[in-house]
């Protein structure tokens, strides 16, 4: 397997290495965790058995940025991966260059537009023509917690903001990691989608991260949610700093960490450690967001090659992953729920039932949010100016008031 990290020398091989991959698919994606990896593979093994062949691109690093940045730096040599793992206004911004392949003869065969929510088709669609293929829908505001270690301290599901602050000091005073945390731009904007969401609902959210109101960016909300980042950062590990998300969530596995507040793809690590919903962990919406969900849709998106066969293997590749049964089969691993509404939770486990009772309900109730923090809200200029407020907020350089002050100057300045 080729894993790129981003490095100079790494970009400079990309550039002289291209190929043409005329027999099959080759696939850019940030999948590199065990669970992710795991889910991965069914999408690889769907393919391979229907004789699609696949060159593996992964690019290391949650959220995606980084793979990000491989791609531009690919579509620049000339030579674009075939299939690339996207999400929302990333897509619309390549297909905006016209870099992507048009699927409306597969989407008008399969029927994606009665099946795929609106909330999806935003971003799958451009000008009114499919660009990539949703597989799933993932959300950002849940808590993942230790089951052996709440029932050790007595510690009931919290509700409230200051029951969660609560359980955590009490996992932190009989010494475990309150709060497991990876010390990454991204996860701290994760972290943070959740806590703005539970502090200000869902009218201070579409006012300060989707119509990026200077009012609402620097209001008492924002500084606010700020503060609770603060409480939360009095509540995680010496070792926070760099570590990746699935470290992060194998706290919680190993029963080292009580909490990690984390998108549905933790589920994934959890599955793969062989560990069951409801049993040796459980999941819960972050107090304080209940009702809401801030989700983000990890899609293929296809960019255009002239190879017949190559873009033979790309329709083959977006059907599988729009086909019910894969839907199933992958979204079950991945810790996500399908990006189609025609699928039945039955195969899903607690949380995945959860999860999708809890989708449909929000996006009936003006609830559902595309995440800041994984490119659903704004643009990604914007986003990345989000990211460097948030994260050097939790790391010590402003406080509350000033961190809320930042966040209209970069907003504005991004735009
Ligand atoms: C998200 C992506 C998920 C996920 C996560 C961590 O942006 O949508 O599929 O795996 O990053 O890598």
Aim: aromatic share 10%; net charge negative.
């Amino acid at each position: 397997m080729r894993m790129f990290k981003l490095t100079g020398a790494a970009v400079a091989l990309m550039s002289t290495t291209a190929m043409v991959h005329a027999d099959g698919v080759e696939v850019l994606h940030w999948w590199t965790s065990g669970g992710e990896a795991a889910a991965l593979n069914v999408l690889k093994s769907d393919l391979e058995g229907q004789g699609v062949g696949w060159t593996d691109m992964p690019v290391a690093g949650g959220g995606g940025s980084d793979a990000m940045t491989v791609l531009r730096a690919r579509v620049t040599a000339g030579d674009p991966p075939t299939a690339v793992q996207m999400l929302g206004f990333a897509i619309q911004d390549w297909a905006a260059e016209g870099a992507l392949a048009d699927l409306n003869a597969l989407a008008a065969e399969q029927g994606w537009d009665d099946v795929v929510p609106a909330a999806l088709q935003n971003f799958s669609k451009h000008d009114g023509s499919w660009v990539s293929a949703p597989v799933n829908v993932h959300s950002t505001n849940w808590v993942w917690a230790n089951t052996a270690i709440m029932e050790e301290l007595g510690l009931a599901q919290p509700t409230s903001w200051d029951e969660f602050v609560a359980a955590m000091q009490a996992a932190q005073d009989a010494g475990y990691v309150a709060l497991a945390h990876g010390g990454q731009a991204w996860q701290e904007a994760t972290v943070f989608d959740s806590i703005a969401m539970g502090v200000g609902g869902p009218d201070f959210y579409q006012a300060a991260f989707v119509d990026l109101d200077p009012e609402a960016l620097g209001g008492a909300d924002m500084v606010e949610a700020f503060k609770r980042m603060e409480t939360l950062r009095g509540f995680v590990d010496d070792n926070f700093s760099g570590r990746d998300w699935n470290l992060a969530s194998a706290m919680v596995v190993n029963g080292e960490a009580l909490f990690q507040i984390m998108g549905d793809w933790a589920k994934g690590e959890f599955v793969n450690a062989g560990q069951t919903a409801g049993k040796e962990f459980q999941c819960f919406r972050v107090p304080g967001s209940e009702g809401t969900v801030t989700f983000n849709s990890d899609q293929f998106a296809m960019f255009n090659v002239t190879d017949k066969d190559a873009m033979g293997a790309q329709v083959t590749m977006a059907s599988s992953v729009m086909s019910p049964e894969f839907q199933v089969a992958f979204n079950t691993v991945k810790g996500s729920v399908p990006a189609r509404t025609d699928i039945s939770d039955a195969e899903f486990d607690a949380c995945g039932k959860l999860g999708m009772a809890q989708l449909a309900e929000a996006a009936a109730s003006g609830g559902l949010f595309g995440s800041m923090a994984h490119g659903h809200a704004n643009p990604p200029a914007v986003q990345n100016a989000m990211y460097d407020v948030i994260t050097a907020h939790f790391n010590g350089e402003y406080d509350a008031e000033t961190a809320a002050s930042e966040m209209v100057t970069a907003v504005e300045l991004a735009q």
